[in-house]
């Protein structure tokens, strides 16, 4: 079946500039997540949804960060005004929703800040 | 703070070997813990998971094992081939849903 997909794959923009990086989970999951990856290291927490609702933001580094999931499907993350270090991959999981499930990952958005 | 982590940042298996990648966590209400790997331009690929009430799990070519009483993990990949060859992670599920991840070990198989 589907697994996550995330668009783009790639994403180029300059200091200042805002995007969204959008994320379709696993058909029938209900918890999706966030996480960032930056390189060499393993990928770090950002937000959490169970349904159309953020159950845990606590990973988000600042207010520039904002992500929904208006409908407890599709979710997008939005970034205002990026700097040079929000340069990431940006990775999307989902699950179907108990705290011990298996999160399955999308295969990320670069996103590179000049 | 807690965090989970790996020993070895690289390891280089002959092809045909059998590969044992280590990790260690600290969190002790983690009750769930999960081994991914990563080739280059991907997302991580769940490989295979343990929870707390076992001490040993086996997949395909591969098996995991918890130590809780040291708080070890580790991955055996039985006759590594060189589709092996990725970044390997653990993660932890703590004591709430988003995982926490260690630094990962890089495999590169030799032919």
């Known amino acids: 079946g589907a697994g996550v997909s995330q668009t783009p794959s790639n994403k180029v923009t300059e200091k200042g500039k805002y995007v969204e990086l959008r994320c379709d989970p696993i058909s029938g999951h209900t918890a999706l997540y966030w996480y960032r990856q930056s390189l060499g290291q393993g990928p770090e927490f950002l937000i959490y949804?169970?349904?159309?609702?953020?159950?845990?933001d606590s990973g988000l580094p600042n207010d520039r960060f904002f992500a929904v999931r208006p409908e407890g499907s599709v979710s997008t993350l939005k970034i205002q005004r990026t700097e040079r270090g929000d340069s990431a991959v940006y990775l999307c999981?989902?699950?179907?929703?108990?705290?011990?499930?298996?999160?399955?990952f999308g295969p990320g958005t670069r996103l590179t800040v000049l | 703070g807690e965090s989970v982590g790996l020993h070895l940042p690289t390891l280089s298996v002959q092809e045909g070997d059998n590969s044992i990648i280590n990790c260690a966590y600290s969190n002790s209400a983690s009750d769930y813990f999960i081994w991914y790997k990563q080739e280059s331009g991907k997302g991580p690929q769940f490989i295979i998971d343990i929870r707390s009430n076992m001490d040993k799990r086996q997949g395909q070519r591969v098996t995991v094992l918890l130590n809780k009483t040291v708080k070890h993990l580790s991955l055996q990949i039985a006759a590594t081939q060189p589709g092996d060859s990725a970044v390997y992670f653990c993660?932890?599920?703590?004591?709430?849903?988003?995982?926490?991840f260690g630094a990962g070990t890089t495999v590169t198989v030799r032919a």
């Open positions: 993660a932890e599920n703590g004591d709430d849903y988003k995982l926490s």
């Open positions: 999981a989902s699950s179907s929703g108990t705290r011990a499930d298996t999160q399955y």
């Open positions: 949804f169970q349904g159309t609702g953020a159950a845990d």
